[in-house]
């Protein structure tokens, strides 16, 4: 893990300036996206904030993800290439989140009407949820770097995360991590009973998507070694 901590390190500082190019503005356009979503009432803001949350990491994966890999191994790119990546994947990596967000539905319909009766159900989808997020971690990876379909993507990623679940596992605690203590900052109400102002929300949003933008760094790192080690496993089975 201390390698793969260096190497994003490394990458980050020496591409900053083009890194908050490609970053901060459609993490302030979602951001917006979101927060005025959520100012929908019942069911339909609920599905129009998921939906909206999905797109923007969709966008930014795709986007990130391509600029990394042409950067790491020394090929021409830009943020405005990127980004032109970015939405022409975002239409396979968006279907590819969503599927993987089946067994967060009925989180989103069951409201205030959790109880002892459905509680294990929610807790079960969201166990089921985190095993599959785990398993295709490198899916949307596979897709813009390898051109594997959405399912293609899934079902490679089951195969490549193996030995590699752990370190997975660790970046996700630390995003979470991160995530959990500017929530605490920004958007915990102050005083019971009082809502955080839409300010608060907007830059929380903001700063969740910029978290999951260096997740999504140190995600590809991991990948990579995934990937070669798969590829190398697959040339002695050839020869």
Do not use: C
């Amino acid at each position: 893990m201390k390698e793969i901590f260096q190497k994003s390190f490394t990458f980050i500082s020496e591409n900053i300036s083009d890194l908050v190019q490609l970053a901060l503005p459609p993490a302030l356009i979602f951001a917006a996206l979101i927060t005025l979503s959520s100012m929908l009432p019942g069911t339909a803001g609920a599905l129009m904030v998921f939906f909206a949350e999905v797109l923007a990491n969709a966008f930014i994966s795709a986007s990130l993800i391509r600029y990394i890999s042409a950067r790491s191994y020394n090929q021409p790119t830009s943020v405005q290439q990127a980004l032109l990546a970015g939405v022409a994947y975002t239409p396979a990596i968006l279907l590819l989140y969503l599927l993987l967000s089946i067994p967060l539905m009925p989180w989103l319909f069951a409201g205030e009407q959790f109880s002892s009766q459905n509680a294990f159900a929610l807790s079960f989808s969201t166990f089921i949820f985190f095993y599959i997020a785990i398993k295709a971690t490198f899916a949307d990876y596979l897709i813009v770097l390898d051109g594997k379909s959405t399912l293609g993507a899934i079902a490679t990623s089951f195969r490549y995360t193996t030995g590699y679940v752990h370190k997975i596992v660790i970046v996700m605690m630390l995003s979470f991590i991160v995530s959990g203590f500017f929530q605490i900052m920004f958007f915990q109400p102050l005083e019971p009973g009082v809502s955080p102002d839409k300010a608060s929300e907007f830059i929380t949003k903001a700063i969740e998507l910029i978290i999951n933008f260096v997740t999504t760094i140190l995600i590809f790192y991991i990948f990579t070694d995934s990937y070669l080690e798969n590829q190398k496993a697959h040339l002695s089975k050839v020869k």
